[in-house]
């Protein structure tokens, strides 16, 4: 079960979540180099998934939560400016 935008439950079967499901697809891809970004609670296992994630400005106050967790960074811009924003933090 994950809460999301203060409102919303997503049921989940165990161990599928967006982390799960980007580490396939990164893997099917044979992808390098992966960002991910999110700015809800249901995105918390995408940007844990051990690739370089975004949490934009936005973000609900519960994903802020994971400000200098590993390969996290929290950008100040929201929307598509902070996804442009963590990519270029990851990229220097």
């Known amino acids: 079960l994950v809460y999301s935008s203060e409102r919303d439950l997503d049921v989940l079967p165990v161990g599928i979540d967006k982390g799960a499901a980007a580490r396939f697809l990164a893997a099917y891809l044979g992808a390098e ?33 994971l400000d200098g967790h590993a390969n996290v960074v929290l950008a100040k811009a929201s ?12 990229r220097s």
């Open 33 to 65: 180099q992966v960002y991910t970004s999110g700015d809800s609670n249901n995105d918390r296992a995408l940007l844990t998934a051990g690739f370089q994630g975004i949490v934009v400005g936005n973000a609900e106050p519960a994903l802020k939560t």
């Open 79 to 90: 929307f598509a400016a902070g996804v442009r924003e963590g990519i270029t933090h990851w």
